[in-house]
Each structure stands twice: as C-alpha cells, then as structure tokens.
Nanobody, 118 residues
C-alpha cells in the first residue's frame, strides 16, 4: 500500500522559511515524478514545484527563486525548501508522486498547513 507522509508545515512570519518533507513508502519511486501542490482557501489546487526521476525541476512562477525542491531516491523522499515566505503562500501543501508511464496514476499525501503571518 502506497503512503505519503508529509511533515514540516506550520506558522512563520513573512520573510521566514519552512522546510516540507514527504516520505513515500509502499514501492520504489525512483522512476516517478514527485512534487508539491498547494490549495489556498477558496482557490483551486495549484502546482508549486515538481522534480522528475531524472532531477529536472519545475516551479510555479510565484515560487521561482524562493523555493527549492529536491528528492532522495534512496529514501523515497521529496523536500520543499521555502524561503522568503509571503502571506500569499498560505495554504495546504500536498505532496504527490506520479507514475508517468501508462497507466498514469498519482498518489497524494494528506496535506500540511502552511501559514504566513504578515
């Protein structure tokens, strides 16, 4: 059974930093894409950052230069380092792993709250 367990959310002042971690278990994810979405109150879930099995990263325009995503295939973990946080970064952050070959499938974590005070 696949499980994704997130940690690292919390409350931080604007300009501060948080580090989100996601540990995946249940199979080997070295060939899967991994990443983070977030959902702010009243808004749709949006991609924050992703990293392919080969290490190619992709970021939302709003997080470029402030966030950094990395993965450890040995430990099946993905980490999101968030710096210079802004109130608009508030939301529930969801870790995901995605099988990118047929059948394409996405597994989700339970979400972790990030709150930034101004």
């Amino acid at each position: 059974q696949v499980q994704l367990v997130e940690s690292g959310g919390g409350l931080v002042q604007a300009g501060g930093s948080l580090r989100l971690s996601c540990a995946a278990s249940g199979r080997t994810f070295s060939t899967y894409a991994m990443g983070w979405f977030r959902q702010a109150p009243g808004k749709q879930r949006e991609l924050v950052a992703s990293v392919t099995s080969g290490g190619t990263t992709n970021y939302a325009d709003s997080t470029k230069g402030r966030f950094a995503i990395s993965r450890d295939n040995r430990n099946n973990t993905v980490v999101l380092q968030m710096n210079s946080l802004k109130p608009e970064d508030i939301g529930v952050y969801y870790c995901y792993v995605r099988r990118v070959v047929t059948p394409v499938y996405t597994y989700w974590g339970q979400g972790t709250q990030v709150t930034v005070s101004s």
